[in-house]
Antibody, heavy 122, light 107 residues
Framework: QITLKESGPTLVKPTQTLTLTCTFS??????????VGWIRQPPGKALEWLAL???????RYSPSLKSRLTITKDTSKNQVVLTMTNMDPVDTATYYC??????????????WGQGILVTVSS | DIQMTQSPSSVSASVGDRVTFTCRAS??????LAWYQQKPGKAPKLLIY???SLQSGVPSRFSGSGFGTDFTLTISSLQPEDSATYYC?????????FGPGTKVDIK
C-alpha cells in the first residue's frame, strides 16, 4: 500500500525559505522507474506542478520557479524534500507530494499525500 | 509551455445524466493526458491516464477520449458522489501543466 505524507511549517514569513518533506511508504525511490513529484494549489485555484525527482536522481522543475526550487531525495529515509526560497504571499497554497504512476514515459500521479497548507504572511 | 483549457468551467446536472466536458491543449500532445477528480479539502484522485485508460479502482462510468489537442471526459450516469472539480493534465512535455478545472454540481 502506497502512502505519502507532507510535513513542514504551515506559516512562513516573506523572504524566508520553505522546506517541505514528503515521507512515503509502499515503494522505494531506489527502484527503477519510480518518481515523486510536488504540486501546489492556491486556495480556490487550480493545480500547479512544481518539480519531479526520479529514482536515478534526474530532476525536473517548473521553469517559472526553477531558480527558487530544489528537490532532493533520501532513499534510506524514504523521503523527498522540496525547498523553495524567497517565499512570497502569492506562494500561499496547499502543497502536495505525489507518486508518479509507473509506466514508460508516465508523468501523471496515482497516489497523493493529504497536502499541507502553507501560508506566507508577516 | 503547453497551455490547457477546460470547458465548461462549471456544470450542474441531475443524477443519472450523461455528462461530458472537454480539455484542450495549446499544441498537440498525442494521447498524453490525465484526468483527476478533486473533492473539497481532498487531494486529487487519478481517474484516467493516457487519454482513455481507466485507473485501477475507478468506476467504469468514467471514460476518456481524444488525441492531439482535444479531449473529453464522460460520466455516463452521474452519481451523487461525482460532485467534484475535474482537472486535466498534459503529460507530454515538461513543464507538466494542468487545466483550470470543471466543477460538477448535482441538481
Amino acid at each position: 500500500q502506497i502512502t505519502l505524507k507532507e510535513s513542514g511549517p504551515t506559516l512562513v514569513k516573506p523572504t524566508q525559505t520553505l522546506t517541505l518533506t514528503c515521507t512515503f511508504s509502499g515503494f522505494s525511490l531506489s527502484t527503477s522507474g519510480v518518481g515523486v513529484g510536488w504540486i501546489r494549489q492556491p486556495p480556490g485555484k487550480a493545480l500547479e506542478w512544481l518539480a519531479l525527482i526520479y529514482w536515478d536522481d534526474d530532476k525536473r522543475y517548473s521553469p517559472s520557479l526553477k531558480s527558487r526550487l530544489t528537490i532532493t531525495k533520501d532513499t534510506s529515509k524514504n523521503q523527498v524534500v522540496l525547498t523553495m526560497t524567497n517565499m512570497d504571499p502569492v506562494d500561499t497554497a496547499t502543497y502536495y507530494c505525489a507518486h508518479r504512476r509507473e509506466g514508460i514515459a508516465a508523468r501523471d500521479f496515482d497516489y497523493w499525500g493529504q497536502g499541507i497548507l502553507v501560508t506566507v504572511s508577516s | 509551455d503547453i497551455q490547457m483549457t477546460q470547458s465548461p468551467s462549471s456544470v450542474s446536472a441531475s443524477v443519472g445524466d450523461r455528462v461530458t466536458f472537454t480539455c484542450r491543449a495549446s499544441q498537440g500532445i498525442s494521447s498524453s493526458l490525465a484526468w483527476y477528480q478533486q473533492k473539497p479539502g481532498k487531494a486529487p484522485k487519478l481517474l484516467i491516464y493516457a487519454a482513455s485508460s481507466l485507473q485501477s479502482g475507478v468506476p467504469s462510468r468514467f471514460s476518456g477520449s481524444g488525441f492531439g489537442t482535444d479531449f473529453t471526459l464522460t460520466i455516463s450516469s452521474l452519481q451523487p458522489e461525482d460532485s467534484a472539480t475535474y482537472y486535466c493534465q498534459q503529460t507530454n512535455n515538461f513543464p507538466l501543466t494542468f487545466g483550470p478545472g470543471t466543477k460538477v454540481d448535482i441538481k
